[in-house]
Structure formats: C-alpha cells, structure tokens
C-alpha cells in the first residue's frame, strides 16, 4: 500500500504485472463499463426526453471500454512505455472530468425539458 505513494511506482516505465485481485478488479470495472454501454444504449432509444443524456452516458461507457481494454491489454503483454502506470491514474482523472461534464449538461437538459413542458401547457389554452 505504501508503494502507491511513492513516485517511482506511478512513472515506472517497465513496470511489474498486476496481481490478480487487481486484474479481477480491471475485468469487472471494464464489464460495468460494457453493461452500461449496453443499458444507456436502449435507454437512448426508448426515451425520447433524455435522449441527449443517454447518449452522452452511451459515448463516455464505450469509449473509456476501449480505452481500459488497450491499457489492460498492454499491461498484460508488458509493453514497456505503454504498461506504465500514469496512464491509468490519468485515465481516472479525465473519466472523472467528463462525468463532471455530463452532470453539468444533465442540469441544463433538465432545465431546457421542464421549459419545453411549461410552454406546451400555456399553449394547450391558446386558440
């Protein structure tokens, strides 16, 4: 544990291959990632309101997949520069900043929707 707080062990670049709880926990992130790829995939299609959102949900799942199945992909055949272990803690930090930008649109769609239904109510009473 206290290996992840040294320098050397984020910028090694020939790193040693992970152990296999940390393999198990990789495979289950990137099938949660799958699984919800699949879900916000129908949910896009069956869901006319949030539809915008649904996509953007749909995009962030299957693109961070491929991305976390390159990078598992190249720390299970121990490539030397492409195994290193920054690429995984800035995969973290820039899934984290999109997530943070998808909530700040999610607010506005839901805005922009709750708008669109006031406006349809008033105009229920117009001639």
Do not use: H
Request: overall charge positive.
């Amino acid at each position: 544990m206290l290996n992840l707080l040294t320098l050397n062990y984020w910028f090694d670049l020939s790193p040693e291959p992970f152990i296999s709880i940390a393999n198990t926990i990789i495979i289950a992130f990137l099938g949660l990632l799958l699984i919800g790829g699949i879900l916000f995939l129908i949910l896009q299609k069956k869901n006319k309101s949030f539809k915008v959102l649904f996509g953007k949900l749909n995009n962030f799942c299957f693109i961070n997949l491929i991305i976390g199945v390159l990078l598992f992909f190249f720390s299970w055949e121990e490539a030397y520069f492409l195994s290193a272990r920054f690429w995984y803690m800035l995969w973290i930090i820039i899934m984290i900043v999109w997530l943070l930008e998808i909530k700040k649109k999610s607010g506005k769609i839901s805005d922009l929707r709750d708008k669109r239904k006031k406006r349809q109510e008033f105009e229920k009473y117009l001639p």
